[in-house]
């Protein structure tokens, strides 16, 4: 078996466990090519970023991802962190260049939770005054 170089990628409800070999630039989500699991324009830009911040090709690692929970956008910002942590993994140096990208940040922003006597999280009913 090759060695690989894992990272965990979480955002919202997401989590994304990413590994990164050795190879000519597959890439798969959960057992799917990528372009038949993220179907959204940009997306691909936004999951690829770490490989340019470091001055990497793509096309160098077979990218195997297994993501579950959460929306689109939880999943494809999860996935590009632990594509990002996968990548220090390999090359510490590249530390500071994920870094000033901003790529090696978790957003640690979740869905509030709802509070009682309140509609939503924030949400209240209608004040009626008589």
């Known amino acids: 078996m090759a060695q690989y170089y894992e990272g965990i990628g ?3 409800e997401s989590t994304a466990r990413v590994r ?3 190879g000519s630039g597959k890439f798969t989500v959960n057992e799917k090519d990528f372009a038949a699991f993220f179907t959204r324009m940009g997306d691909f830009e936004d999951i ?8 990497q090709e793509a096309t160098k690692y077979d990218v195997s991802v ?3 929970g ?9 996935v590009r962190l632990g594509i990002a ?8 140096e590249w530390t500071s260049a994920l870094r000033k990208k901003g790529l ?6 979740v869905k509030e939770r709802k ?11 209608t004040y009626t005054k008589r």
């Open 10 to 12: 979480r955002r919202k």
């Open 20 to 22: 990164l070999t050795a």
């Open 48 to 55: 690829m970023r770490p490989f340019s911040a470091v001055g």
């Open 66 to 68: 297994l993501v579950n």
């Open 70 to 78: 959460g929306g689109t956008t939880g999943q494809t910002e999860s």
């Open 85 to 92: 942590r996968a990548l220090q993994i390999i090359n510490a």
């Open 104 to 109: 090696l940040t978790r957003d640690a922003r």
């Open 115 to 125: 509070k009682p006597g309140l509609k939503k999280a924030r949400k209240a009913p």
